[in-house]
């Protein structure tokens, strides 16, 4: 098969002008950029550069907070995500992964299937269908496949992180959304998961939020740099890391030297 | 050895007991004087309790009569009946009825609170459900009689409102401000990670709370019922003001009845100390004081079931 190159295919996300402010205090100031299908974007930066707010801003998470001020414009497939009147229809096509697995107070298959539950999926056949496919994919299914009805919050921490990538692949999303999910997963369980991902990238378009450098290295088509709220540069990986960049900020923080 | 200690030696007079030392002796000792006492009150009213009725309770009351028979004429010479059937129903009825009315509302309340309410809002409706869980149980009783009595007979064109209805609403009300207190304490505890979890995944506001916070606050929310029920049944004053106050099997929620409180406040202070009269109303002390402790300590069993799933 002959792959589109990245950068003729079409734009699954676009980002004009994106501010985000927290009362008075910028998070994310004046970003434009979009992500092409099937691409992995990766999202490196220190802490609070914006790379959460940037994420929440995609599904309209902002709306739960009372003091988020989202201005500029997110569209998904060119559709401006604001325009949508039904949010939840929205959410339910972005998969989440939060940094700390959320395991629901549920058993693993109800964590799988509330998903497919919600949009209305009743049939039993269909259900365990879907939470075997999901598990499988998120490299699970062999280790839980016999204890289905056990609590989610018993896994240990690099299972419940696959657990709830299970749990967003039951939305079979358009869109993936990882917010540095290795944070609490042991590196062996990062590598398996980074293998899934790879996989992933045929089906849907994945954003990959990392503070790991060498982690977008390995899996992001393309990198984007955040610092402080702003977007200092944003280019296909590879040369990121050939240290083909504009911005002497972005070989410090490749290189580590930062402080 | 660390860097800090090395070189130090033990003076002579470093093993000194200074101000610091006897002020935290002084905190224990108050500390333990104060915890301490809570449990000896509580002792010293249930012995009491015991043993101004325990003995009567157990040797001379005829429980068989004192289950079944709806008869309670204490009074009665020469020989008094201790029925106390009418007054286990009578309070029954009225602590069911209040449950009906203050389980909906309260467990409303607490969710709109806790979840729907935002900001400045949320804070004083907090405020004034405390508020109102503030309100003495005479005033309640005071508007049993002066405002739901009249609207009952007018209502239900029924010649007496003061009935398990009346008394029902009234303590359904009464007891539904601290219980949607406590179940709002339970959905706070409920990790907002779960809620954005499940909202990232698709779900509507009402899902979230169906399919997920409702399930993991359970048992604080069974724990919140259960002392609104011991609430039901300790309440005295408003429950003696409302529900007519005469003993009576009820066949329907507009018959008057007596509540098990209500009658020992209202006949303590006629009876002569000592008296079997008196002896039968501290039987009554002791059931009332089986039944809260019993459903006390089922709330608490619900709470700390709730702390060891975490």
């Keep these: ?259 | 050895m660390s860097e800090f200690n090395r070189g130090r030696r033990t003076v002579p007079g470093a093993d000194t007991l200074g101000s610091s030392w006897w002020w935290d002796r002084i905190a224990q000792g108050v500390v333990f004087l104060g915890g301490i006492s809570a449990i000896v009150f509580i002792v010293a009213i249930f012995i009491f309790v015991a043993q101004q009725g325990l003995g009567f309770a157990i040797f001379e009351l005829d429980k068989g009569v004192f289950l079944t028979s709806p008869e309670w004429r204490p009074t009665t010479e020469p020989e008094p009946v201790f029925g106390g059937l009418a007054l286990i129903v009578g309070t029954a009825s009225v602590t069911g009825l209040a449950m009906l009315v203050a389980v909906p509302f309260s467990l409303g309340a607490a969710i709109f609170i806790g979840e729907f309410a935002t900001g400045r809002a949320r804070e004083y409706l907090k405020v004034l459900v405390e508020l109102l869980a503030a309100i003495p149980s005479v005033v309640w009783g005071f508007i049993g009689l002066t405002v739901v009595n009249p609207l009952i007979i007018d209502l239900f064109n029924v010649p007496v409102g003061l009935t398990i209805l009346n008394a029902g609403v009234i303590l359904g009300l009464m007891a539904a401000p601290i219980m949607t207190t406590i179940a709002e304490d339970a959905l706070k505890a409920v990790p907002d990670s779960y809620r954005e979890a499940a909202e990232a995944l698709g779900a509507t506001r009402w899902q979230v709370i169906r399919q997920v916070v409702l399930p993991s606050a359970k048992n604080g929310l069974v724990a919140a019922i259960l002392l609104g029920v011991g609430r039901g049944f300790g309440e005295t004053m408003a429950v003696l003001m409302a529900s007519g106050h005469s003993v009576n099997l009820p066949t329907s929620p507009f018959d008057s009845v007596r509540a098990l409180t209500a009658t020992i406040a209202a006949e303590l202070g006629e009876t002569a100390r000592g008296s079997e009269h008196y002896k039968a109303l501290f039987s009554i002390g002791i059931l009332l004081f089986l039944v809260t402790f019993t459903i006390n300590l089922l709330a608490d069993v619900a709470v700390r079931g709730r702390r060891k799933r975490r």
């Design chain 1, 1 to 259: 098969m002959v792959e589109t190159p990245l950068l003729e295919r079409p734009k699954k996300l676009t980002v004009e002008n994106l501010s985000i402010l927290y009362g008075d205090q910028v998070a994310l100031n004046d970003i434009s950029l979009d992500i092409r299908e099937n691409e992995i974007f990766g999202i490196i930066g220190p802490a609070n550069s914006g790379k959460t707010s940037f994420l929440r801003a995609i599904n309209r998470m902002d709306e739960m907070s009372d003091d988020m001020l989202v201005r500029g414009k997110v569209a998904l497939d060119g559709c401006d995500v604001r325009s949508w009147r039904n949010v939840y229809a929205l959410r339910s096509r972005i998969g989440v992964v939060f940094p700390l697995p959320v395991g629901l107070p549920l058993t693993i298959y109800e964590n799988v299937a509330l998903s497919p539950r919600l949009r209305g999926v009743r049939n039993k056949v269909e259900l365990d269908e879907i939470v075997e496919r999901c598990l499988s994919r998120a490299a699970l299914w062999d280790e839980v496949k016999d204890r289905l009805d056990s609590l989610g919050s018993l896994l240990s921490g690099g299972q419940q992180q696959r657990l709830t990538i299970a749990r967003a692949l039951s939305q079979e999303p358009d869109v993936l959304l990882l917010d540095e999910f290795s944070i609490a997963v042991d590196p062996v369980t990062t590598m398996r998961i980074e293998d899934v991902l790879k996989e992933l990238r045929e089906e849907m378009t994945i954003v990959l939020v990392t503070n790991l450098v060498q982690q977008a290295r390995r899996l992001a088509d393309r990198t984007a740099f955040f610092l402080g709220g702003e977007l200092v540069e944003v280019g296909m990986t590879e040369d990121l890391f050939r240290r083909q960049v504009k911005d002497q900020r972005t070989t410090d923080y490749l290189e580590g030297r930062f402080g």
